[in-house]
T-cell receptor, first 113, second 116 residues
Framework: DVKVTQSSRYLVKRTGEKVFLECVQDMDHENMFWYRQDPGLGLRLIYFSYDVKMKEKGDIPEGYSVSREKKERFSLILESASTNQTSMYLC????????????FGPGTRLTVT | GENVEQHPSTLSVQEGDSAVIKCTYSDSASNYFPWYKQELGKRPQLIIDIRSNVGEKKDQRIAVTLNKTAKHFSLHITETQPEDSAVYFCAASRDAGGTSYGKLTFGQGTILTVHP
């Protein structure tokens, strides 16, 4: 059974803080993704990684960066958190040779005050 | 890039009725169209998907239809039950080629409420 975990379910940070969101998957998936979910806007792709140390910008990368040093772990970094980054953040992973399903983590509700 | 529009944003039905959610996409190269269901407080999960070489796919009470010419696809749920209440997301993707392989563009979501 695929398991995708995220480091925190709820997080409260202050404006200007550096924030790290961690995602770990245990199924040796090559692809990993970070989305933010906002009501009425669906899931919007921030960054994705198709393999270790490889990354590509998604649709809304501004204000974010990512790191993938190991295959199982994909980190999202908010260099200087702002109130408009208050959102639900979802991580997902996918194998490139075993179907196309993306498996999601439980999400991190980030509030920036 | 791809753009996916989803309608309606909310849908309310009586138990036993059918529900239909529609999506349109802009990129004619997209060839994979999944639907995800997200129950309240839970993570999105794939419920059905379709590739562009077929026009319809069914799985028990749910079905998806695809019209490549018009660039739209729809989710059909028959004999709805209260446990079908959730947010449903459509998505579109290019199935292969280049580093965009596997990247999904999601619609805005539809909140489905099934009243007992």
């Amino acid at each position: 059974d695929v398991k995708v975990t995220q480091s925190s379910r709820y997080l409260v940070k202050r404006t200007g803080e550096k924030v790290f969101l961690e995602c770990v998957q245990d199924m040796d998936h090559e692809n990993m993704f970070w989305y933010r979910q906002d009501p009425g806007l669906g899931l919007r792709l921030i960054y994705f990684s198709y393999d270790v140390k490889m990354k590509e910008k998604g649709d809304i990368p501004e204000g974010y960066s990512v790191s993938r040093e190991k295959k199982e772990r994909f980190s999202l970094i908010l260099e200087s958190a702002s109130t408009n980054q208050t959102s639900m953040y979802l991580c997902a992973s996918r194998a490139i040779d075993r179907g196309r399903e993306q498996y999601f983590g439980p999400g991190t509700r980030l509030t920036v005050t | 890039g791809e753009n996916v529009e989803q309608h309606p944003s909310t849908l309310s039905v009586q138990e036993g009725d059918s529900a239909v959610i529609k999506c349109t996409y802009s990129d004619s190269a997209s060839n994979y169209f999944p639907w995800y269901k997200q129950e309240l407080g839970k993570r999105p999960q794939l419920i059905i998907d379709i590739r562009s070489n077929v026009g319809e796919k069914k799985d028990q009470r749910i079905a998806v239809t695809l019209n490549k010419t018009a660039k739209h696809f729809s989710l059909h749920i028959t004999e709805t039950q209260p446990e079908d209440s959730a947010v449903y997301f459509c998505a579109a993707s290019r199935d292969a080629g280049g580093t965009s392989y596997g990247k999904l563009t999601f619609g805005q979501g539809t909140i489905l409420t099934v009243h007992p």
